[in-house]
């Protein structure tokens, strides 16, 4: 079976991306200096014999010119630096494989586990406390929105909380398998009502770079960013 090092197709295309932009900084450097030669040519070609460019003006353009030249090689140290940052959170991102992480989402499911299929399980999922909270209710609900199960939470700190469900309703009784949603409700302790997100969780499958930056699969076409993570599992 052929396998694919997913660290290594990583860093070629974080290389090459850093590889691309600097390319097109030296495109447009050396652009700019022919438009400015070909302007300064035609200046001296067409100038007043009787009043001449006199050499400060000559010499505040092409001070102009080194100066658009020392922002494209600072650009060009930045793109390195990035690109050596982009390529050690590669790194460190393909040790994620394999592990389950939480994330921003209310979309949890419920079926027989994969091991023993007499046991029934939801997806892991938690809660991302912005400030503490006294009370906290998180309802699960049905496709349809109706409520099956109401858990509640008190004293909960800043900070992330993973929260579990057998898979019964509030009578005890065990709901169907299939998807469900999370609702979070967190109030402190005047009763004002605090931030708190849902989180659900997935399993990283592979570290792609992409346009937008370092994305972890999870599968199912879902892709995350590594600053979308809350916990790893």
């Known amino acids: 079976m052929a396998t694919t090092d997913t660290s290594n197709t990583v860093v070629n295309n974080s290389g090459a991306a850093m590889r691309l932009a600097a390319a097109q900084n030296e495109a447009i450097l050396k652009e700019t200096q022919d438009r400015f030669l ?23 353009q092409m001070a102009q010119l080194s100066t658009v030249n020392g922002i494209n090689q600072l ?60 009370n906290t209710t998180v309802q699960i609900t ?48 005047d009763g004002k009502e605090v931030l708190a997100e849902a989180l659900t969780s997935g399993g990283v499958r ?3 770079y992409t346009a937008d930056g370092l994305k972890l699969d999870l599968g199912m076409g879902k892709q995350v960013s590594l600053f979308d993570i809350r916990k790893i599992m």
């Open 38 to 60: 070909k302007l300064l040519v035609t200046q001296l070609q067409n100038q007043d014999p009787l009043n001449p460019m006199d050499n400060d003006q000559i010499t505040s």
């Open 75 to 134: 650009n060009n140290t930045m793109l390195a630096l990035s690109g050596q940052i982009d390529i050690g959170q590669s790194m460190q991102a393909t040790s994620l494989i394999g592990r389950n992480v939480l994330i921003p989402g209310t979309s949890i499911k419920l079926g027989s586990n994969s091991e023993d299929p007499s046991l029934r399980e939801a997806t892991p999922f938690g809660i991302d406390f912005m400030a503490p909270a006294a």
């Open 142 to 189: 049905d496709t349809s929105g109706k409520v099956v199960r109401t858990i509640e939470l008190t004293d909960q700190k800043v900070g992330v909380v993973s929260v579990t469900w057998d898979g019964n309703n509030d009578l005890g009784e065990a709901v169907p398998d299939g998807g469900y949603v999370v609702k979070v409700k967190a109030v402190d302790a």
């Open 206 to 208: 592979s570290v792609v």
